[in-house]
């Protein structure tokens, strides 16, 4: 079966929206007596959307860590949080890079088609040359309708491609390939009993063919038309007294039932073969008066006793055929004609006649009708006791369709959902496509509908994202921060002022617990001692390689991204969060939602088991005392957009009271400041989860 073979041509960019990543920043490091007393940044970068890690390296020292503060996307400042030591020359400084925001890349790759007989199988090969070498890329099963491949690999845009051929394609059950090929067909003018209308010339051809192994029996013909005409009865013996038309008939209606049931492609079709197709197969590449000693091969007058017997009950052909002479004779597709005197290629015998061709000799016949060379003609609408038939399946050329369809890739925070839409135009309307959740590395979708190579696609991201298990997305929006001039128990360090948090983030739905601690940590510093109990004891800066550890350990197993970070909330996160929406001096009453000193019983007590906020978060106020990332200070005078705090301090913010707490400090607006190293049983923490946006 010759191949075919596909072309491609050049890629083309199809998106308006692509994911683009900002720029990352750089910075210099000084030191002094061994420390790093400074770090200046010498690019802002650009495209940053929470604070990236900084990362000290180099220089012959060890122990100095550093935070960066951003000013909107760009790193302004990058504070020192500890000087290390040993160091006797600057060391390297890296910022992690900013992250890519939700979007689309959208290039064409090729869709290929294989088409076939149902059930071959094709190798498809691809070459940088239509001249090749050829390297064999997958094998397929051809199914009806074809078998759709699209190839996502490096380069692929630029092949060509080829389907190369199963020499025996799988037909249906019964049926046997018939190769293409070249015989000399009639008969040589000393052959006994020759007719003259046997002229010997030679006949090749090129398209093989499924051929029934056995004449239809009664039992096929009942299933399909509905009735048996036959003179002779029983299910296995083969149909008699079938007309050319009732064959042909036949053929169509078998067409349309497995065409029906999928078992055949709408390319393919049940049919009489030709005549040439018939001997050709009689044959089955011998060259004699019959493929075989006549009484072994078939039922004939000398063995029959005159009538039909059941099908394959005599030895078949050199190509599995049985009954291809005697028993009853078979109908043809062609008209009766005389044979042409030259060589020919696919013959299907006259235009018009007064006959068609039946083959292969009948039950009550004599030796010399049962011939591979023997000729016979009947009126098409003949119905006698000695005409039969056999089916041919016509086999699908094989080869390839192709054409160039989008590839996708989404991008954007692992566990997010993704909306991706496609229009005709930039402008839209836009219409829904698909939703997805996007993974580690961006989510990879091919568009195979038809029309899809002219249009645009943009996506839109879920308002909610997913994250991690046990962690709540808090989305942007503005607040009033501090508490009003008569809240009961306000200190002057809570001055009300406008926050806008323009980035929404993850915050864990409650305290560490000392299991989580131990599993990242491999310690369990705490006084009071139970697996869901919050972890206490812990300073700010073990609550920070926390998030580290817990960091590097998520993105190795690919739960978060490469831009992802755990890290501390800042303390307008925290307050944001803790309201959820709320105005009031906390976000419910106090019994039911945290654990204070009028009824923890002076220790901690399990996380999650008072009532959440609002927004889903538990022990907000009350239970142990929680790190935000934050130098403690005065707040701004005006509003505030991201505030991270002042740039240096004495002490880090602690926020939302305990359980030793009296009810004046469990206040959705009470906060204060401890040494970064303290560690005591009311200190503990929740992490936040920056989101990739």
Not at 176 to 195: K, L, Q, Y
Not at 220 to 244: C, I, Q
Request: hydrophobic residues 35%; proline residues 7%; aromatic residues 10%.
């Amino acid at each position: 079966m010759a191949p075919r073979f596909l072309a491609t041509i050049a890629v083309v960019w199809l998106l308006a929206w692509r994911c683009v990543a900002g720029e990352t920043a750089t910075a210099i490091a000084t030191i002094s007596a061994g420390t790093v007393t400074a770090i200046t940044v010498t690019f802002a970068g650009s495209g940053y959307t929470n604070e990236p890690a900084v990362t000290l390296s180099g220089g012959g020292g060890s122990g100095a860590t550093a935070k960066a503060i951003l000013s909107g996307d760009t790193v302004s400042l990058i504070m020192v949080l500890t000087s290390g030591s040993g160091y006797t020359t600057p060391p390297t400084v890296t910022i992690e890079a900013p992250p890519e925001t939700l979007g689309l890349e959208v290039e064409r790759v090729p869709k290929l088609t294989t088409l076939g007989p149902v059930g071959s199988v094709a190798r498809v090969e691809r070459s940088l040359s239509m001249e090749g070498p050829w390297t064999a890329w997958t094998n397929v099963t051809i199914g009806v309708g074809g078998n759709v491949l699209v190839d996502l690999t490096p380069g692929a845009v630029s092949r060509f491609y080829r389907a190369v051929g199963d020499p025996k394609p799988v037909g249906p059950e019964g049926f046997v390939w018939i190769e293409p090929g070249t015989f000399v067909m009639g008969s040589p003018a000393d052959e006994p009993d020759r007719v003259s209308d046997e002229l010997q010339h030679t006949v090749t051809l090129t398209q093989g063919f499924l051929l029934s192994d056995h004449e239809v029996t009664q039992a096929e013909y009942r299933a399909v038309m509905g009735n048996s005409p036959s003179r002779f009865k029983g299910d296995t013996l083969p149909v008699d007294s079938v007309s050319w038309n009732d064959a042909v008939l036949y053929c169509q209606k078998l067409t349309e039932r497995e065409r029906a049931a999928g078992r055949i492609t709408a390319q393919q079709a049940y049919r009489l073969p030709t005549e040439a197709e018939w001997e050709y197969a009689a044959r089955a590449g011998t060259t004699g008066i019959r493929y075989g000693e006549l009484d072994a091969i078939a039922w004939w007058g000398g063995n029959s006793g005159g009538q039909t017997h059941p099908v394959k009950g005599k030895q078949a052909n050199a190509w599995g055929l049985h009954d291809m002479l005697g028993n009853v004779w078979e109908w043809c597709g062609d008209w009766y004609g005389a044979y042409p005197t030259g060589s020919v290629t696919d013959p299907t015998g006259p235009g018009s006649g007064f006959g068609r061709v039946c083959r292969g000799g009948g039950r009550g016949n004599g030796a010399g009708s049962a011939r591979s060379a023997k000729r016979f003609r009947g009126d098409p609408g003949d119905r006698f006791s000695y005409l039969g038939f056999r089916p041919a399946l016509s086999s699908m050329p094989l080869g390839l369709e192709a054409e160039l369809v989008p590839k996708l890739t989404a991008r954007g925070p692992v566990g997010s959902v993704a909306r991706v839409e496609w229009s005709v135009s930039m402008e839209g309307p836009w219409t829904v496509w698909t939703n997805v959740t996007l993974g580690v590395g961006g989510n990879v979708l091919v568009d195979l509908t038809p029309g899809a190579v002219s249009r645009f696609y943009r996506a839109v991201g879920d308002p909610k994202p997913v994250g991690p298990e046990g962690f709540v997305w808090i989305e942007p929006g503005t607040f009033e921060m501090g508490s009003p001039m008569g809240e009961p128990d306000r200190y002057d360090n809570e001055t009300q002022h406008t926050v806008t948090l323009t980035q929404g983030f993850w915050l864990s739905d409650h305290e560490v617990t000392q299991a989580e601690f131990q599993a990242v940590m491999g310690n369990n510093p705490s006084w009071f001692k139970g697996v869901e109990l919050p972890v206490e004891q812990v300073s700010w800066y073990e609550a920070m390689l926390y998030c580290q550890k817990l960091t590097e350990r998520e993105r190795a197993a690919g739960r978060i991204t490469a831009q992802q970070a755990y890290r501390l909330p800042t303390e307008a996160e925290w307050e944001y969060a803790a309201r959820a929406g709320t105005t009031g001096i906390r976000y419910g009453e106090l019994d039911g939602i945290a654990w204070h000193n009028g009824n923890s019983g002076r220790q901690t007590q399990p996380v999650k088991q008072k009532q959440p906020n609002p927004w889903g978060l538990y022990d907000m106020v009350g239970n142990v005392l929680e790190w935000c990332g934050d130098w403690y200070g005065e707040y701004p005078i005006g509003a505030a957009i991201d505030p991270v705090g002042p740039r240096s301090g004495s002490g880090r913010v602690v926020r939302g009271g305990s359980w030793y707490s009296v009810a004046g400090l469990a206040r959705s607006a009470k906060r204060n400041g401890r040494v970064p190293g303290n560690s005591d049983v009311v200190l503990g923490f929740r992490p936040a989860l920056s989101s990739v946006r």
